[in-house]
């Protein structure tokens, strides 16, 4: 096909899977990029493999990457212990920076190594070197409490 040898052909077919996974739902694009690797991968190994031993191992591969990898992301999203992005931060101890004043719709903390604009559970002000606890995340806000001397 257009002078290419087949294992360049599988690899090109390995990296539109890989990279179409950004833009779809689900873990199936990966699985079967990673399938095509494998195929790619057989092509140059073993050039006189022939297209049904190249097809064989995408379609094996891909079973077995698409099972486990569903397995895995059904894993990791039904398991409420792992939080990802801000969500991590629920529950951390952090210093306030910048006075928390719901008057004035001001405050700034230090959660981790990571500066936030930080609201007052219950809307009481709290004072700059203070000791929070992050309750909950609000869009880039996030909710806090005064930790108790």
Request: aromatic letters at 6%; proline letters at 3%.
């Amino acid at each position: 096909m257009f002078g290419l040898d087949a294992w360049i052909i599988w690899l090109i077919i390995g990296v539109i899977f890989i990279v179409s996974e950004i833009f779809t739902v689900g873990f199936v694009m990966m699985p079967l990029g990673l399938a095509a690797l494998a195929s790619s991968l057989i092509a140059k190994l073993l050039p006189d493999s022939g297209l049904g031993a190249q097809l064989a191992a995408f379609i094996v591969a891909g079973i077995i990457l698409i099972f486990f990898g569903q397995k895995l992301a059904n894993k990791i999203s039904k398991d409420p212990d792992i939080k990802v992005g801000a969500e991590r931060l629920i529950g951390l101890n952090g210093i306030v920076l910048e006075r928390i004043d719901p008057a004035k719709n001001t405050g700034l903390v230090r959660v981790t190594q990571e500066e936030w604009r930080a609201k007052s559970e219950d809307e009481t002000t709290i004072e700059k070197g203070e000791k929070i606890t992050v309750v909950q995340v609000d869009g880039t806000h996030l909710n806090v409490k005064k930790q108790k001397s």
